[in-house]
């Protein structure tokens, strides 16, 4: 992505108090598990909704304008996969977020949400890290003319 330094720092700082902002909204909703308390829970996971639609938002549009600045075609579709990609990992976060709100209870719950999360973490972590990788390695090639 062509970003000067400057709005790489803004939109680092902006993102990542949105981030912030998102996970301090949200956790408390994760300790409630019972289903007499799913309004409650609802509340958490909306207030976490708007942070997240923000950055999900930064994201696929926002920053459209420096990922076409990218002059090297296979390295600027490689950017919007990531940037495509990171939505849809991210997306599965409040899908697994709602598993109590869906009627698994219990312990059920607690291992759904964790089997979940970790599916999203692999996804999140470690997909779209190998993807920013062949970016880096893509970029540094160009730009030692391999």
């Given amino acids: 992505m062509k970003l000067s330094a400057e709005e790489s720092s803004s939109k680092s700082v902006t993102l990542g108090a949105a981030a912030a902002l998102m996970i301090i909204a949200g956790y408390p909703g994760e300790i409630v598990l019972d289903a007499d308390q799913a309004n409650t829970r ?12 923000y950055i999900v938002y930064t994201l696929l549009v926002g920053l459209s304008g420096a990922t076409n ?27 697994v977020y709602v598993f109590p709100m869906m009627g698994i ?42």
């Fill in 69 to 95: 600045a990218e002059e090297d075609a296979e390295i600027r579709g490689k950017i919007k996969q990531a940037q495509v990609l990171t939505v849809i990992s991210w997306c599965t976060y409040p899908v």
């Fill in 105 to 146: 209870t219990g312990s059920n719950a607690v291992v759904a949400i964790q089997i979940g999360y970790s599916v999203s973490d692999i996804i999140s972590k470690c997909a779209v890290g190998l993807l920013i990788t062949d970016i880096t390695i893509s970029k540094s090639n160009k730009l030692r003319g391999i």
């Fill in 42 to 53: 609802w509340m958490y996971w909306g207030a976490a909704m708007l942070p997240f639609s």
